[in-house]
């Protein structure tokens, strides 16, 4: 069981990793110059983050009295990621929030990885 819990924990590790990237590539492209990359750029970062949902009822096990703290954490990624002007035509470059984006997913993938070894120490 140990093995598959870090494994879950890697996976949504690199889950993170993907949405950051994804998000900051958003957040910096130009809305109003190519709609069609904008639009290409949103479905992706919509969609991998639709996917990360699914790794909410892994986290609810194994952060077990925690799990409201990742949630919360959770929730601040999705929310930096699609808030401001989001899916907007001629939405302007956004580094600040291209930046909280990067904070929020540091946050969450150290509570990551802190899991991760809360389980190596435990079994």
Known sequence: MRSMDVS???DHIAQVT???GLAVDYW????KNE???ELASAARLRGTLDASLAFRPT???LFAARFTEFKDADGELFDTATGGGFETVGR??????AISVMQA?????GMLREQRRRIYWLH
């Open 8 to 10: 879950a924990l890697n």
């Open 18 to 20: 993907t949405i950051e």
């Open 92 to 97: 302007l470059v956004d580094p600040e929030r």
């Open 59 to 61: 986290a609810e096990r």
């Open 28 to 31: 910096l492209l130009d809305g």
């Open 105 to 109: 997913a540091n946050l969450l993938r």
């Open 35 to 37: 709609v069609a990359m």
